[in-house]
């Protein structure tokens, strides 16, 4: 049963130091719309129980039809196509229940769904608010209206590109009391068909969100922190994530950060941890995979301009220059919005390290 949105993300908003989400929060006796209920309105979507009569508004409508445009272009232009991509491609781990890992996502919860849909957990990370959802039945009307716009424009790369422009994210939904990553992350899972079970606040290994969700055959959990990526691998958080892998993990206008010694925890990590890498060429340069990593290339490599534009890779580029060259990718991907552009890498590893001897359990030792 969804907890009402007091019990669970507020409640401990207002232990953190937020007393302006505890004293808009709905109590239970006012029978408070519940979480999933909130993700689906703000995600355009039909709504029972206390949000019911704010569907009517000329604003939420106009927002619903907005919603319901982008998103069947989406599908029709990314869900389905990346879906049998990976099909076709990475069953094994398109199939696989393992932690999916999306380093510099931002709330970009999409995506990791598309590629991993069966994924335990996914972890995101980003330097993005993790905000804030009010009672939107406490929101007068003419604010909600503009709080649903903001929305919609903070959305509005993502949808109809493929990743966000962080700037106009930030400017969009700091504008009103819907704010941060969390509405987005509720559009997400309401519109991929997910119901949204328990949000809570978490402060380790970072500040962050940990929301609870269904829809398939059993629950699945979503976590987003707000943590800076730069520097050494020794973080507390890299060590948390570590403790959930191997994984599966997704690079995608990752701004080229892994290119330079900045970043070079981070890119360790996925390197050392990571089942898979399915990336655009804004992640791990192709000459930084070790010895070990099969890197299959997809699509088309079109050179960058302006600030990137230093970031071109020679041996990428000898790949795609090859007769025959790669097949065709048939989907966007990366910070080139043509599909005929798209570009995927997609990374495995030939064996994970072995434990010494000592250290494997016993039922891996027995060889029959």
């Not at 969804?2 to 006012?30: D, H, R, W, Y």
């Not at 829809?215 to 050494?232: H, I, P, R, S």
């Not at 791990?284 to 301009?305: D, E, Q, S, T």
């Not at 990137?308 to 025959?324: C, R, S, T």
């Amino acid at each position: 049963m969804a907890l009402l949105l007091t019990s669970g993300f507020n409640a401990s908003l207002a232990q953190t130091g937020n007393p302006s989400v505890a004293q808009n929060a709905p109590t239970v006796g006012q029978g408070a719309a519940t979480v999933d209920e909130t993700a689906r309105f703000l995600a355009g979507m039909p709504v029972t129980g206390v949000l019911e009569p704010l569907t009517h508004t000329p604003g939420w409508q106009e927002h619903a039809q907005a919603m319901n445009d982008a998103w069947k272009k989406k599908e029709q232009q990314q869900i389905w196509p990346i879906r049998q991509w990976m099909q076709a491609n990475a069953p094994q781990f398109h199939r696989s229940n393992d932690t999916a890992f999306y380093m510099f996502s931002g709330p970009d919860f999409l995506y990791a769904s598309i590629f991993f849909p069966l994924a335990n957990n996914y972890v995101l990370a980003g330097l993005e608010p993790i905000g804030n959802v009010p009672d939107l039945t406490q929101t007068p009307p003419e604010v909600l209206s503009a709080d649903l716009i903001s929305l919609r424009m903070s959305m509005n790369s993502i949808l109809r590109f493929q990743y966000f422009i962080t700037k106009e994210m930030r400017t969009d939904l700091g504008r009103g009391n819907i704010s941060g990553t969390l509405p987005i992350l509720y559009v997400f899972l309401a519109r991929l068909g997910y119901t949204v079970i328990d949000v809570a606040h978490v402060s380790t290994p970072a500040e962050g969100v940990k929301i609870t969700f269904g829809g398939g055959e059993q629950q699945q959990t979503l976590y987003y922190f707000k943590t800076d990526l730069a520097g050494g691998g020794n973080s507390a958080f890299l060590r948390w994530c570590a403790a959930r892998g191997p994984g599966l993990s997704l690079l995608k206008a990752a701004s080229f950060l892994m290119h330079g010694d900045g970043f070079s925890g981070v890119r360790n990590f996925l390197l050392q941890n990571s089942r898979v890498i399915i990336q655009d060429d804004s992640g791990i340069p192709l000459r930084m995979f070790p010895k070990g990593w099969r890197v299959n290339c997809y699509g088309r490599y079109v050179a960058h301009h302006e600030e990137f534009e230093k970031y071109h890779q020679p041996d990428l580029a000898a790949i795609y220059a090859q007769n025959p060259p790669p097949p065709a990718l048939g989907f966007a991907f990366g910070y080139h919005w043509q599909k005929d552009d798209g570009l995927v890498m997609l990374a495995t590893r030939e064996a994970l390290p072995t434990l010494p001897a000592e250290e494997q359990p016993q039922k891996v030792r027995v060889r029959k």
